[in-house]
Each structure stands twice: as C-alpha cells, then as structure tokens.
C-alpha cells in the first residue's frame, strides 16, 4: 500500500458517512440525474455528486470529477439504450457503493478488519473506487478519500432539504447551473455554477518528422484503410504503472482486399489526453511502412479530429462512416479465436 493511502482515521470517517448514507436510503426517493455539485475546498476542484440505486440493482454514490466528469454523465444517460460497458471505464469518477461480500477484496476486508467492522448480506458491504479513464477501477487513495468525504458529507446535508424542496438543485432557470456546495471559513454555503461540460482540450500532438516526410514521398496513395481505436476489453498491469489499465487496439486494414496492414497497442497512460497525442505519430510510422492511403476511413470523431492535421500535411482524405467491414471482420475472428483458445 502506497504512502498515499488513506490513515486509518480517514478509513473509518468514510465508513461512519456509509452507515449514515444507508440508515438514509436516499435511492428510495431519488433518481440518477438529481445532481448537485461539492467543490473541494482544498483543491477547488467540482464534484458532481448522483445517487444510483433508483431500481435497487446498485447501490452508491458517484461523485464525477469536474467538467469532463460530468459531461461523461450526461454522455451516459443519453446513451442509455446503448452504454457500451467500456464506455462508464472512460468517464472519471469516485464511487462509494454498497456491495456483495463476494465483490469485497482482501485489501477491503483488512481495513474492515483493523477499524473492527463487520458486515452481513447482499448490498450491505461499502467498497469505495476510483475510476480513472481506461484503468480498472482501483483502490482510492488519500486525496481520493479526502474528496468522497466531503461529498459524502454535503450529500448527507443537502439530501434532507432535497426531499422537502425538489427544486433545489435547480437554483435558477438557466441550462448547466447547478447547486454548489462551497465552504467559507468554517461553514459550507450553497453556490450557483454555470457549468459548461463540453469544455474544450487542447492537445499536444506528437509527429516523427523522419516517417512524415517519407509518408509524403510516397504520395499519391493508391489504398483505402480503414482505421480504428479500440479499448480492449481484458486490463493488464505494467510495473512502472499504479493500476491495471486497458490497452487500446490501433487497427489498420485494407478496405479492399480485408487484409489486416498493421496492430498497435497504446496504454492510456499517464493519461487518455496523452495516449491521444501519440496516435497521429503511431499511425504516420504505420502508413511510412508502405501503406499510402489516398483515403482513410474511421468511425471515431476523436480519431477523425486527431488525423486531420496529418490529411492535410500529406494529402489524403479522411472519411467518417458508422461500420468499418474490414475491421469489423478481423475483430469477429479474433473474438472467435480467443474463445476456441479459452481466453
């Protein structure tokens, strides 16, 4: 265990705040998209806090990490229908929830263990997790810890008068502003914020200039490929890394023959922004190997923005389409490979 985790005072605050939170049973009476907003007093950074459990299927508490937190949620209900699992992997978040024993981990239990806690039937255990985008959610850590503390206790605070007045975390007429709770001196006041969460990015993209200009020399390209970017859907574990992560799969195929030209395996790491601005390069190293397209075909509107600017410095046309049948077809062999071999 790191020195970044939490003390054994923090652990058991945490815990007293679940005991509270069940005895409360807050999923009874509201739904996902009831949300309010917590910001840290330490870091001045926004949780936006959602109770699930409406349907009695998962009990817990999110608190999604500012503006790209909270854009992933809204993301995900207009997704409903739809939600690719690895889709809730991206979106960064903190959840406290109330678990089955067999969902409770040895790292879990030791801490119950040390604070002399003790649990007993379904959805009765609290595990407390971090989401990071494309890691396995994993064990908070102290600055984690402090953050769910806070909007565990505001929820415990604000959810009483919620139920007495519905339009609270509505504070005004206005899109996007939301109920704040905010800690002046010694005391927490309700806020407004006006919260854009399509918040733009700015991305440091990556080139191998030796492969760029060789790319070039081959122009003008004959092929059209199709390219795709693909979270796996097993985590691995590298050494230099604090938890497991899901490697993404960069797939280059011949759309007229079907033939497979190239695979490459990204890490979301230190972060999903860097893994981004590593792909025009990966995917110019891959091209300069004797692939000049003179039209790329992608289904991804991240992968369509991240190669533009190489469309334009070597002169093919990208083109966005909702099914990639090369790619589709090696990725159904592949699936069907790996369950004959019991992966």
Known sequence: MSSKTPSLTEWKRLYDLMAQLKELAPWEWMEEVEVFAVENPQTGQLGFVSIMGNLGEHLAVAVY????????????????????????????????????????????????????????????????????????????????????????????????????????????????????????????????????????????????????????????????????????????????????????????????SGMILSVELLQPLPSMDAMYERVPAVVVESLAASFPPKEILVKDVMLSLLLQPVAQAVGFRIRKQSRLPAIDRAKREFQKFTRIRGF
Not at 117 to 144: H, V
């Open 65 to 256: 990490q500012g503006a790209e937190g909270l854009g992933g949620f809204w993301n995900m209900q207009s997704r409903e229908d739809s939600l690719a699992p690895e889709f809730i992997l991206q979106v960064p978040q903190l959840q406290a929830s109330f678990e089955d024993r067999a969902m409770v981990e040895k790292q879990d239990r030791d801490i119950m263990k040390e604070l002399g806690l003790k649990f007993r039937g379904s959805q009765a255990w609290p595990l407390f997790r971090s989401y990071r985008p494309g890691c396995l959610p994993w064990y908070i850590d102290q600055d984690e810890a402090q953050m769910l503390t806070y909007a565990l206790e505001q929820l415990l605070a604000v959810v009483p008068r919620y139920k007495e007045n519905p339009d609270l975390f509505t504070p005004t007429d206005v899109e996007h502003d939301y109920l704040v709770r905010v800690k002046r001196g010694s005391q927490w006041e309700d806020s407004v914020k006006h919260i854009e969460f399509r918040e733009e990015k700015t991305l440091d993209l990556q080139m191998n200039e030796e492969a760029l200009a060789h790319l070039r020399s081959l122009m003008p390209g004959k092929m059209t490929i199709e390219i795709d970017l693909e979270m796996m859907n097993t985590p691995v574990r590298d050494r230099s890394a604090e938890r497991p992560f899901f490697p993404f799969m960069l797939m280059f195929a011949d759309r007229d």
